[in-house]
């Protein structure tokens, strides 16, 4: 079992360059990864991507930085420069703003967006091949995070599943007293409303259809068997929380069940216990992988 929940941070001198990985990622339904490069490595996004994409499942964040970027060069957009020129001149005329033109001029030239960067690729294939290794080793890190994670949690996660259990091995010795009350009560009834020369058999008929309606055994086999199989799947099956989410609904329905067929505050007591652990366990789930 393992968390989406996970951190790797590696360092590496790849060719003479210093760089940094830092990988973190959170719960997610599907596969969401935001990947930051240098600019000079942006031609490397889909190979990471594909390595990214062996975590399955989860919120990734994945930054890679240079310690010394290789350096830059930039030099002007000049037809942008011009048009941006002739546009301010005009707009000044116009306005009669009395603006010469050295200011407008400077004004142009300290706009950001006409000075254009110029970068060549660094990095040769040998050295991205190293990148590349040592991206992964701190995918594997952040990898064994989430194992390790996971097994705290599915430690706690089984509490639950136990305590659910226990709850429902303490209903039997209520059953028979729901009996007992039923007749009871019917008998109440049966005096308090004056009717005479009962017959105890179609009393019996009409007390068996009563019960049959509030029996339970169905509900409490298949509780059972969805613990069973909840603890299997747990234990055997590594990416596994979407499932063990299907199968904590299925327990939530027959626990459900048992609880508006109950008729006996001890029971619903119980019910509402295991509907307590129930809850914990899919806060739980929503962090599995």
């Not at 350096?71 to 420069?81: K, L, N, R, V």
């Not at 005329?93 to 960067?117: P, R």
């Not at 509907?275 to 789930?285: A, N, P, R, S, V």
């Amino acid at each position: 079992m393992k968390s989406m929940t996970g951190f790797a941070k590696k360092t590496a001198t790849v060719g003479g360059k210093s760089y940094t990985i830092e990988i973190k990622s959170l719960n997610s339904k599907q596969m969401d990864a935001a990947v930051k490069l240098p600019t000079t490595m942006k031609h490397l996004e889909l190979e990471i991507r594909a390595l990214i994409g062996k975590l399955e499942r989860g919120k990734v964040d994945f930054l890679l930085s240079e310690e010394n970027p290789s350096t830059t060069t930039t030099t002007i957009d000049s037809q942008t420069a011009i048009s941006r020129y002739q546009q301010l001149s005009e707009l000044a005329e116009s306005l009669n703003a009395g603006v010469g033109k050295e200011t407008i001029f400077t004004i142009v030239m300290q706009q950001s967006d006409i000075w254009v960067a110029n970068q060549t690729v660094t990095i040769d294939e040998k050295e991205k091949e190293e990148l590349m290794r040592v991206i992964e080793e701190a995918l594997d890190e952040l990898d064994a995070t989430r194992r390790h994670e996971g097994e705290i949690m599915k430690i706690d996660i089984a509490k639950h599943v136990d305590q659910i259990e226990e709850y429902l091995g303490q209903i039997p010795p209520y059953e028979q007293e729901r009996i007992t009350t039923a007749k009871e009560r019917m008998r109440s009834y049966l005096a308090e409303s004056a009717v005479k020369d009962v017959d105890e058999n179609r009393f019996e008929q009409e007390l068996i259809y009563y019960l049959e309606k509030l029996d339970i055994t169905e509900e409490k086999v298949r509780l059972a068997k969805h613990i069973n199989y909840f603890r299997d799947v747990m234990e055997h099956e590594e990416s596994s929380g979407k499932k063990l989410g299907f199968i904590a609904q299925e327990m939530g329905r027959e626990i459900n069940t048992t609880g508006s067929k109950a008729n006996h505050v001890e029971i619903q007591r119980l019910v509402v216990g295991m509907k307590d652990e129930l809850e914990k366990i899919k806060e739980q789930l929503g962090n599995i992988l």
